[in-house]
């Protein structure tokens, strides 16, 4: 087995449902399987995976996680992977049928860690190609990513203790970085993520960014690198911007909200206030921790 694809899902059945149909229509594809981690369901999610185990021809692999933790979900899959790649998208993506075979060209050597360019589009009609703006340079993107399965097991996978939402990629990426492996961005294996417009609500966003921000502490404590803290935002320059974003919340917040408003004027409030959400929230929870 070349790759086993980790999808991590939770009450997500319709999204499961198209992304195992893109994989299903790969070409020049190397061997492999699919693992569904299932972390703690309740919609059809087992019936789409069973649909899916006798309609495709790659293996399908059903696990459960009932624990609410991401990291702890795809360490399931990573502990029953078979393939000597392991690639991991999310479930609201579609993937072109040439993304396995990229990442999978991609590793021309046995330290890589290879990311793709995720083209957020708001429906599945939507399929263009990827532009600058795509790139990133972040170490490790889980939804859009791939990684030989040795040096996951070698470095213990995600750090379980990420609990919350936000950074637990990014630090299994430092670790493997730390640990020899190198990242490279391959335009080919590009994914697309399906993000239609007004799905996800402000308060949802608002609890993600909480969220992140607690979850950058934890990142920060356990390595309190430069690097780290720059790409948290956990630095002094960052901590003085709080006093002012706390101040500003409340007019963010109130023109995010006011349908009255021109949409781009709301959604750049919204964008603030979710930034100032998280700085505020950073600076508050570092302080405590001191």
Known sequence: ???????????????LDRALESLGKQIGAPSFEVIVVDNGSTDATTQVVERA??????????????????GAARNRGINVAKGHLVAFCDDDVYAPPGWLAAHDAAHE????????????????????????????RAAL?????????????ATQGFDEQFHLY????????????????????????YIWHIKPPGEASLESEMRKALEKARMAVRFVQK?????????????PANMLRARVLERMLPLYAGIATDERKPAPLRALARS??????????LARALKSKA
Request: aromatic residues 8%; contains cysteine; positive net charge.
């Open 1 to 15: 087995m070349r790759m086993s694809v980790i999808i991590a899902t939770k009450d997500r059945a319709e999204y």
């Open 53 to 70: 185990r006798t309609q495709q021809a790659f293996e399908v692999v059903y696990v459960f996680e009932e624990r609410p933790n991401r």
């Open 109 to 136: 050597t046995s330290n890589l860690i290879v990311n793709g360019p995720i083209v957020n589009v708001p429906s599945y009609h939507e399929r263009p190609k990827p532009v600058l703006s795509n790139y990133s």
């Open 141 to 153: 993107c889980t939804c859009n990513v791939s990684i030989p399965r040795t040096a996951l097991r």
């Open 166 to 189: 936000g950074w637990e990629d990014t630090e299994l990426g430092v670790r493997l970085s730390r640990a020899g492996l190198r990242s490279k961005f391959a335009w080919g294996a």
């Open 223 to 235: 390595d309190s690198s430069l690097r780290v803290r720059s790409a948290t935002g956990a630095h």
């Open 272 to 281: 603030q206030l979710l930034d100032g959400i998280y700085t505020v929230e």
